[in-house]
């Protein structure tokens, strides 16, 4: 008997090792040769490409063609399954990878009813000669990789899928796939739409335009500076005739807007949405700093996935000529050749979301086909798109346009949301929503691309932003010979000034059937704003309003509201002051500032309340002593941001629509600044207590209360025992096989570990966490990190999220993650001479015989 089960355990033992060589086969087999020679068609030359010891790949190529021939070919050695989710999203068609999946046939019909990838293909002839060379040789790199290998010689992935649908090698990329995935980063930084539907939305619990505006405050300009402070002033487009009716409070419109609001957020998230999206980014003159070269900072706060959504590299011509043009480094995107943010031997340059409002929502009157414009019956625009699902029927789907954009309402069949189908023989019209958005129109965002990567001075800069339409983003810029800038880009529509009970800036609604809320063309880019060398001797740029109001076009006013801005310039206008120079450490450590603006504001007011119970105090008494920074280590931060939450939902939860509860962003930081002396103010009230008016106080202490019991709940009741980074964890998360549901050893394999981190929402490190999930879980995150140094290039520093690859088997996966974490940044080599150094593969890409 005992010799029997020795037997069977040894055979178990030997399945078990079976199994555990099968899948460290399979999962290890995509990984890339990085070393030695590999053949790639189409080369005119050899190419080297060296790697550091995380994976970062250099390019070295004699001519643009073999530069981006060789980007494309190392860029789907690394991270091609990213890119093919990406483009299968951007054109509609994720349903064919994953198979039939509700959430993904939803995605799947509202992009191809937004048409993404309609307008790409309409943007390639709009591009230059050029681009379209490097487009084209970048698609034929990819191609050359993956020409005669199957899917699970690819990405591990594709072997996963396989399991549940069969999974057919790869369609061959397109130049066109890289312009669609353009448009995924336009959509998730299209800034106000969502605050735009919003306010539609609460007028129907809150039938007061004055109160519910009440709710998106101006921006505290008394408080908070915005990027430029002066500049030329553009009028709008004046409009003097009597205002539309707006009837906010018709049940069918209220269902449109639901519908709509549902439908558009079926929209896979691919760079982030929601709060905490955003950017810091600034520059120092040479003046004020160590080198005597200006300092460029930018730490884009994006969504967290792995992999990270940046990739490093280095392109390099081997002599830089007019031929050849390209010496220059950064992070770019997979599937888009080129680098987006970074810097050339001549300048280096940051983004920021600029927050310009590029969206609006078109109430439409639609009877069966035609649509009611200026007292008239017009047909609509109708299209059927057909939907493949690997392994299932086909889909097929109508899109409706009108002269505003597709009609969003319509596309999904939505239960709970009261919009069935018409009845055959209801009489009359019922409202739709369509969408006008700035990406739906044809754009040369491509040629800008490779604009940014040559430019050497604000001249350059403000060339290249002319196509930098979509998405609208803050440029700053810095230069080796002492210059420091700021130019806004960005295609904005220019809006007719309607007088009326409600606005017609772009912050709510248009009523369709009045062409007079017609956007009327766009702001000259001639007219965006900017500025060279400011006598206060640095430019910060961190999606604060762009101008004063009133001041330059009219860009936006629902942007951030400026409270890591404004920390940013405090902390700058301090080390100034005190005759001190920056450099890439101190610059660095800014980057990870954590003081909280949301405690400035609250904790006064909290240690004014009475807590008569000492077990309810003792969470109180942690606010008394604290420093105000959401550092990891720190049981007052942890309590405090259980405490916001938990004002957030005692305030507002009765007053807002479903799926509009408030996240804890900067705008709800300024509506309670803005409520904390009005003890009384209607939005303390509780109005689900009937016969009981609450007062300021009354939600504080029931705040404090509650938050105290809730983390003794979660953490124990020892509040020592407490951490705010035991509960906000940025846990990166694969975008297909990531989820709840996934086996743990595949979840384990895809999902990095999960970090404690510091910082928080509208905090300088800007961990963002959604108040209304009931979780504290980091959102959104500073993307990457980077300080360039423009005395000496090679000194300057970089960070990514996750790691360079997109294999979850390579070492180079998640091998940033930790240095992230830490508030670090790794040398960042520039010369010829140092990326040589710092090198430990070196791969040679040769042409192919014959």
């Known amino acids: 008997m005992r010799t029997a089960f020795v037997v069977v355990a040894v055979v178990v033992v030997l399945a078990l090792v079976a199994a555990a060589l099968v899948t460290t086969f399979l999962v290890r087999r995509p990984l890339p040769e990085v070393t030695g020679t590999q053949e790639v068609p189409g080369l005119g030359a050899d190419v080297q490409v060296t790697r550091d010891a995380r994976g970062v790949p250099t390019i070295v190529a004699d001519s643009t063609d073999d530069l981006f021939r060789a980007q494309g070919y190392v860029t789907a050695q690394d991270r091609f399954f990213e890119m093919d989710y990406r483009r299968h ?121 004055a109160r519910v505006e009440e709710l998106f405050p101006a921006y505290p300009q008394d408080l908070h500076l915005p990027i430029v402070t002066s500049a030329p002033a553009v009028g709008d487009v004046e409009q003097t005739a009597a205002p539309a009716h707006l009837p906010l409070d018709d049940a069918d419109l209220q269902a449109a807007l639901a519908a709509a609001d549902r439908a558009l957020a079926a929209v896979p998230e691919l760079v982030g949405r929601g709060e905490g999206i955003g950017s810091n980014s600034w520059v120092v003159a040479g003046e004020h700093t160590a080198s005597g070269k200006p300092l460029l900072a930018n730490d884009p706060h994006l969504g967290i996935s792995a992999p990270g959504i940046w990739s490093q590299v280095g392109l390099r011509c081997a002599e830089v000529s007019d031929d050849c043009p390209f010496d220059v480094t950064g992070f770019a995107l997979a599937g888009l050749p080129g680098v987006i943010i970074g810097h050339n031997g001549d300048l280096a340059w940051g983004l920021t979301n600029m927050g310009a409002d590029v969206t609006d929502f078109f109430l439409e009157r639609v009877d069966g086909d035609r649509v009611l414009l200026d007292g008239e019956r017009r047909p609509l625009q109708v299209r059927t798109e057909t939907i493949a699902v690997a392994g299932g029927e086909d889909v097929e789907i109508q899109v409706r346009t009108t002269s505003h954009g597709p009609i969003v309402s319509d596309v999904l069949d939505l239960d709970g949301v009261g919009r069935g189908p018409v009845p055959e023989d209801a009489p009359g019209s019922r409202f739709e929503v369509a969408l006008a958005w700035t990406a739906l129109t044809p754009g040369r965002t491509g040629d800008a691309v490779f604009a940014m990567m040559t430019a050497a001075d604000a001249d350059d800069v403000a060339a290249a932003a002319v196509a930098f339409e979509v998405p609208a983003q803050n440029i700053v810029f810095a230069t080796t010979d002492g210059h420091i800038g700021y130019q806004a880009p960005g295609r904005v529509p220019v809006r007719a000034v309607v007088d009326g009970p409600v606005p017609s800036d772009g912050t709510w609604p248009r009523p369709g059937w009045d062409s007079r809320y017609d956007w009327q063309g766009w702001v000259d880019p001639a007219d965006m704003p900017r500025v060279l060398d400011p006598a206060e001797g640095f430019v910060v740029a961190a999606n604060q309003a ?305």
């Open 89 to 209: 999203v951007t054109s509609g068609r994720l349903s064919e990878l994953v198979g039939a999946d509700e959430q993904a046939l939803e995605a799947d019909k509202v992009i191809r009813t937004l048409g993404w990838r309609r307008v790409a293909e309409q943007e390639w002839d709009l591009l230059t000669e050029d681009t379209r060379s490097y487009l084209q040789a970048y698609a034929d790199g990819v191609n050359a990789y993956l020409a005669d290998r199957d899917p699970g010689a690819i990405a591990v992935e594709y072997t996963v899928l396989g399991l549940r649908v069969p999974q057919r090698a790869p369609a061959a990329w397109d130049p066109v796939d890289s312009l669609a995935w353009l448009k995924a980063m336009a959509w998730d930084l299209r800034s106000n739409y969502d605050d735009e539907i919003a306010r539609a939305m609460t007028y129907r619990a809150v039938p007061d335009v």
């Open 546 to 850: 762009v101008t004063p109001a009133g001041v330059g076009p009219f860009l936006a006013r629902d942007t951030d509201y400026g409270y890591r801005s404004q920390r940013i310039r405090d902390v700058l206008t301090e080390q100034l002051a005190a005759g001190g120079k920056v450099d890439v450490a101190s610059t660095a450590r800014l980057q990870t500032d954590r003081h909280s603006p949301y405690a400035d504001v609250l904790v006064p007011a909290l240690l004014e309340i009475d807590l008569d119970d000492a077990f309810d105090a003792a969470g109180q008494d942690l606010l008394r002593t604290w420093d105000r920074s959401m550092d990891a280590d720190s049981p007052a931060a942890m309590y405090f941001a259980a405490v916001w939450a938990q004002v957030l939902e005692l305030t507002f939860a009765d007053d807002l629509p479903a799926g509009h509860a408030p996240d804890g962003g900067s705008r709800w930081l300024e509506v309670v600044r803005g409520m904390l002396e009005n003890l009384t103010s209607p939005w303390w009230d509780d109005r689900t207590t009937s016969g009981v008016v609450e007062g300021r106080d009354d939600v504080l202490a029931r705040a404090l209360v509650t938050a105290r019991h809730e983390l003794t709940a979660q953490l124990g009741s020892r509040t020592e025992d407490w951490a705010w980074g035991k509960l906000h964890v940025a846990a990166p998360q694969h975008p297909v096989l990531g989820g709840a549901g996934v086996p743990g050893v595949l979840h384990r394999l895809v999902n990095p570990t999960g970090q404690p981190v510091g910082g928080g929402s509208s905090i300088v490190d800007a961990t963002g966490w959604d108040a209304a999930s009931g979780s504290y879980a980091v959102t959104s995150a500073p993307s990457m990190r980077m300080v360039v140094d423009l005395g000496d290039l090679d000194s300057s520093t970089w960070v990514n999220l996750t790691g360079t690859s997109g294999h979850p088997a390579s070492v180079h996966y998640a091998d940033q993650l930790e240095v992230w974490a830490r508030g670090e940044q790794l040398a960042w080599p520039y010369s010829p001479a140092a990326v040589e150094a710092d090198a430990v593969d070196h791969q040679t890409l040769v042409p192919a015989r014959g």
